[in-house]
């Protein structure tokens, strides 16, 4: 008895959806963190891209689903001057893409650094 009432409780419950910032095109992160989303299914997960080209940087923050941030984020690429792009994806807890570029780095920098695990495994 107590096992239906908690299999129905689980299907009629509401899914909680994931809130992200969300900017079209802004120079700082704090213009950017001015507006959020609820992201709606698909989407599971809150993207953050950084375009950088000299001194100028174009913060985009939106919805996405996991696959499609974490399909980016694979391709993102900065030279040696640091011009590129970077993206990050969370989905932890509502909002966690408060941060910008500085959080970017680190993920980027542990993306790269289990992509080169998983080539010596391979090998």
């Given at each position: 008895?107590?096992?239906?009432?908690?299999?129905?409780?689980?299907?009629f419950?509401?899914?909680?959806?994931?809130?992200?910032?969300?900017?079209?095109?802004?120079?700082?992160?704090?213009?950017?963190?001015?507006?959020?989303?609820?992201?709606?299914?698909?989407?599971?997960?809150?993207?953050?891209?950084?375009?950088?080209?000299?001194?100028?940087k174009?913060?985009?923050?939106?919805?996405?689903?996991?696959?499609?941030?974490?399909?980016?984020?694979?391709?993102?690429?900065?030279d040696?001057?640091?011009?590129?792009?970077?993206?990050?994806?969370?989905?932890?807890?509502?909002?966690?893409?408060?941060?910008?570029?500085?959080?970017?780095?680190?993920?980027?920098?542990?993306?790269?650094?289990?992509?080169?695990?998983?080539?010596?495994?391979?090998?």
């Amino acid at each position: 008895m107590l096992r239906g009432l908690v299999l129905l409780f689980l299907c009629f419950s509401p899914v909680l959806s994931l809130e992200c910032y969300v900017c079209s095109s802004s120079s700082t992160n704090e213009e950017c963190n001015k507006s959020t989303q609820e992201c709606q299914q698909p989407l599971d997960t809150c993207m953050t891209i950084v375009d950088t080209l000299g001194i100028m940087k174009a913060i985009v923050k939106q919805c996405a689903s996991r696959a499609t941030c974490s399909g980016a984020a694979s391709t993102a690429s900065v030279d040696s001057n640091g011009n590129g792009n970077t993206i990050n994806c969370c989905s932890s807890y509502n909002l966690c893409n408060f941060s910008g570029a500085n959080s970017i780095h680190i993920h980027t920098t542990l993306l790269l650094l289990a992509v080169g695990v998983l080539l010596l495994l391979t090998h």
